[in-house]
């Protein structure tokens, strides 16, 4: 199985926002959505939008909102 985890990470590492799902188009919308509400300024200080896959719900961070 594979997970697709969006996160959005602000620039002290902390994650600001993370959605979890197994569908790939699903989490690349996702993760297009996450990279556009990033304004300017917040990308210049260092906020980013990542996407990674794991093969466990074990790795997704707890906080995620988790879609299946």
């Not at 790939?24 to 917040?42: G, I, V």
Request: proline residues 3%; aromatic residues 8%.
């Amino acid at each position: 199985m594979i997970i697709w985890v969006n996160e959005q990470i602000d620039p002290s590492g902390i994650i600001y926002a993370c959605i979890a799902c197994c569908d790939e188009t699903q989490a690349k919308q996702c993760h297009e959505s996450f990279e556009q509400n990033l304004m300017a300024d917040q990308k210049k200080m260092g906020w980013v939008a990542t996407l990674r896959t794991v093969s466990s719900w074990d790795d997704v961070p707890v906080n995620s909102l988790k879609l299946n």
